[in-house]
T-cell receptor, first 112, second 114 residues
Framework: GAVVSQHPSRVICKSGTSVKIECRSL??????MFWYRQFPKQSLMLMAT?????????EQGVEKDKFLINHASLTLSTLTVTSAHPEDSSFYIC????????FGQGTRLTVV | GQQLNQSPQSMFIQEGEDVSMNCTSS?????WLWYKQDPGEGPVLLIA?????ELTSNGRLTAQFGITRKDSFLNISASIPSDVGIYFC??????????????FGTGTRLTIIP
């Protein structure tokens, strides 16, 4: 199947700093990518839909100034967690669609 | 947002047993997808179903798209240790629309008892 690569796989940062997570579609172009957050033992929760060349669409309750999304090319979307706090610690996953949705490996963010 | 009801929530089985799990929705979907997630990893697509009534196999896995388009099930035959993980169903209403988001199930956690 199609390959979606996410980087980094894990990151630890200090409270107040910003962290950027990259999501790349390696063998296909994706005009749309999706960013999810997953808490332990729970399902994936959609945060936002990333649209190439235009603004992202955020789900209700997700702060767009907190979670900045940039989709500058057809193969790359980035999620930046700004001024991170311990409550932002979570597992973040991106996906991109060809016919079906394929997911990145996930990023474990720990804010200390 | 909406989530699909997936059951059971968790299963504890012995190696070699068959497994069955299902996913139900109050509204119809035109595509059903089944994913497996290992700890610390993203979900991996197992089976995609595109047509009501469709029965599709992938090795020891078999999934069916319910006739009503409101449910789907996944069977795993002769389970092995690497089947351990969390299984998610997901539905799409308009699969030809690339910007349409998936609706996920609540997950079924499979554990194999030694």
């Amino acid at each position: 199947g199609a390959v979606v690569s996410q980087h980094p796989s894990r990151v630890i940062c200090k409270s107040g700093t910003s962290v950027k997570i990259e999501c790349r579609s390696l063998d296909f172009q994706a005009t749309t990518m999706f960013w999810y957050r997953q808490f332990p033992k729970q399902s994936l929760m959609l945060m936002a839909t990333s649209n190439e060349g235009s603004k992202a669409t955020y789900e209700q309750g997700v702060e767009k100034d907190k979670f900045l999304i940039n989709h500058a090319s057809l193969t790359l979307s980035t999620l930046t967690v700004t001024s991170a706090h311990p409550e932002d610690s979570s597992f973040y996953i991106c996906s991109a669609r060809q016919a079906e949705a394929f997911f990145g490996q996930g990023t474990r963010l720990t804010v200390v | 947002g909406q989530q699909l009801n997936q059951s059971p929530q968790s299963m504890f089985i012995q190696e070699g047993e068959d497994v069955s799990m299902n996913c139900t929705s109050s509204s119809i979907f035109n595509t059903w997808l089944w994913y497996k997630q290992d700890p610390g990893e993203g979900p991996v697509l197992l089976i995609a179903l595109y047509k009501a009534g469709e029965l599709t196999s992938n090795g020891r896995l078999t999934a069916q798209f319910g006739i009503t388009r409101k449910d789907s099930f996944l069977n795993i035959s002769a389970s092995i240790p690497s089947d351990v993980g969390i299984y998610f169903c997901a539905g799409q209403l308009r699969p030809n629309f690339g910007n349409e988001k998936l609706t996920f199930g609540t997950g079924t956690r499979l554990t194999i008892i030694p």
